[in-house]
């Protein structure tokens, strides 16, 4: 399974560099920007009133303007910020440490929650709400009513490959049902694949949005129940190539 994964993470990241990578800055908005679109009429936002967004790495699809869209609706958003675990962590277990204990999810209480007034950049260079702010708020997974997920591939049964660190997985696994069923992929229709191979861990998305498509999955449920605390695929380092 791993190497399955790996296999598959190292053929988009090739992607990125002959396809995404080469997309002129106006190619890349038009995309984002026909995604949103899409994404806007999808049963996950009609009655969202705290939606956890996104943003968007080099070689991911810009949510930003999905983002703006759904707070112009009035929408409460919030964004994953990953901090630093205490180097004894795990002291005294065998267990490897849960994802969600270093990822706090912080929604911007602002008209504009993409002012950079509200933003820092964190230890590897990515853009995360700034938990000083007076307009910063921490939620938890169960506050959350629709997730905008960003991947390196999906495939359509909502199946989902990430970066391996398993922050995303640990989130879906304890969303509410109602919530669990408003997940969104977000990302270009060439990251829609055949088959993304999938672990006891992993955990499928609804809907998936592409600048092509807007697509429920066929079969959103994870094909088995995550383990507990089990062990994420750790395969890219943790760096500005995220945590996701």
């Not at 800055?25 to 969202?48: Q, V």
């Amino acid at each position: 399974m791993t190497d399955e994964k790996r296999q598959l993470r190292a053929a988009m990241r090739q992607l990125m560099v002959d396809k995404i990578g080469v997309m002129n800055a106006r190619t890349r908005a038009s995309a984002a920007r026909r995604a949103a679109d899409l994404a806007l009429r999808s049963p996950p936002f009609a009655r969202a009133k705290l939606v956890l967004a996104f943003r968007a790495l080099v070689d991911e699809l810009d949510a930003d303007l999905l983002a703006l869209e759904l707070a112009k609706r009035g929408v409460r958003l919030a964004f994953p910020l990953v901090v630093d675990l205490p180097a004894d962590a795990t002291q005294g277990t065998s267990l490897p440490p849960d994802p969600m204990r270093a990822l706090r999810l912080l929604a911007i209480d602002a008209a504009d929650p993409l002012n950079a007034e509200h933003w820092i950049r964190d230890r590897y260079g990515i853009l995360a709400p700034n938990p000083e702010s007076h307009v910063v708020r921490r939620v938890s997974p169960r506050d959350l009513d629709a997730v905008i997920v960003p991947g390196r591939a999906f495939d359509l049964r909502g199946a989902r490959l990430g970066r391996g660190k398993g922050f995303y997985d640990a989130l879906l696994a304890r969303l509410r049902p109602d919530a669990r069923a408003a997940t969104i992929g977000f990302a270009f229709e060439s990251q829609i694949v055949e088959r993304v191979p999938e672990a006891s861990h992993d955990r499928r998305v609804a809907w998936t949005a592409t600048e092509k498509r807007l697509h429920r999955a066929t079969d959103p449920e994870a094909p088995a129940r995550p383990a507990a605390r089990e062990s994420p695929d750790v395969d890219e380092p943790l760096d500005a190539e995220m945590h996701k």
